[in-house]
């Protein structure tokens, strides 16, 4: 059976709601606490929703106001944190505000986004991969800039797509053939907790 390491296991239960967080009072406070409270009477702050609306997109840049290297306080501050809860030392784990709300989870390393991830469709890669596609069907719109990979247990696959220092990471679903999670971000992060988990 496959075993999911902890940053993806992490991700799926707060995406499903099950994970024990913590809310810091600044965001919790920043957070609107009815819809109609925010930019454009949809729930969504107005920096947030004129992104999503133009681009569903999760690329290595990170996705709409949450961009790899910006700092957790200043997401805090802006009122886009939703919630967080602490990961490995030196790791932070946060769910987001308004429309991207449900759809990523972030992972901070010592206060700054490393990792975008999600296990819902959408958000796609600029290229068009996602969750639920088979691994067959990226090597079709990859090619032979990606690569698969397995984990150092050897009980997990991915497959991996490299920019640079960033990567885009598609990791196996533990039930079914093909994708239950992409993460997107720095590979010093992104790669190395794939293939060693995160401590």
Known sequence: MNRLPSTILAGLLALAGIAPVTVGAPA????????????????????????????EVLSVRGAGPYR???????????GLID????????????GVTGSWAG???????????VSVGTATAPPRSPA??????????????YGPRGRMIRND????????????????????????????????????????SFRRGCC
Do not use: K, Q
């Open 153 to 192: 247990a050897g009980d997990a696959d991915a497959y991996l797509v490299r920019f640079g220092s960033r990567v885009e990471l598609f990791s196996d679903h533990p039930i079914r053939p093909g994708v239950g999670f992409y993460s997107a971000g720095l590979a010093s992060y992104v790669e190395r």
């Open 83 to 94: 919630w967080t809860a602490p990961g490995c030392p030196g790791i932070v784990h946060a």
């Open 28 to 55: 919790a406070s920043a957070a609107p606490a009815h819809p109609a409270a925010a930019g454009g009477g949809d729930g969504t702050p107005a920096r947030v929703r004129s992104t999503v609306a133009e681009n």
């Open 128 to 141: 068009g991969g996602s969750v639920g596609m088979s691994f067959a069907e990226l090597e079709r719109i």
């Open 68 to 78: 790899i290297g910006v700092r957790l306080d200043r997401l805090v501050a802006a």
């Open 103 to 113: 759809a990523i989870m972030l992972t901070f390393r010592d206060g700054r986004l």
